[in-house]
């Protein structure tokens, strides 16, 4: 469960996380005066880059996914012996 949240769903919202903390930071120092649309007047998709919010995370989990699978497994020149069952003797 813990690879599972750090391989896909920490990389996906690291970027939102990133955008919504930048984006409390500086919205004091906005200002109407500059002849700009508000906030309210803007269609939902413009008041922030949410597909490119989603795709950088994307992108983010596919690299962690590439150096994850990258650093597991067996080195290079080792042998996978697959496991076996052996039976058992059985002595009256």
């Known amino acids: 469960m813990l690879?599972?949240?750090?391989?896909?769903?920490l990389p996906?919202?690291?970027p939102f996380a990133l955008y919504f903390g930048y984006y409390f930071?500086?919205?004091?120092?906005?200002?109407?005066a500059d002849g700009e649309l508000t906030e309210e007047e803007l269609p939902?998709?413009?008041r922030g880059p949410w597909a490119?919010?989603?795709?950088?995370?994307?992108?983010?989990?596919?690299?962690?996914?590439?150096?994850?699978f990258a650093n597991t497994g067996?080195?290079?020149?080792?042998?996978i012996v697959r496991p076996s069952y052996k039976?058992?003797?059985?002595?009256?």
Request: glycine share 8%; net charge negative; hydrophobic share 55%.
């Open 12 to 14: 996906v919202l690291l």
């Open 87 to 92: 039976a058992p003797l059985i002595e009256d």
């Open 52 to 68: 490119w919010l989603f795709l950088s995370g994307v992108v983010l989990s596919g690299i962690a996914m590439a150096i994850s």
């Open 44 to 46: 939902w998709m413009e």
């Open 3 to 9: 690879s599972r949240f750090l391989l896909i769903l």
């Open 25 to 32: 930071l500086t919205r004091g120092s906005r200002t109407e």
């Open 74 to 79: 067996p080195a290079p020149g080792d042998t």
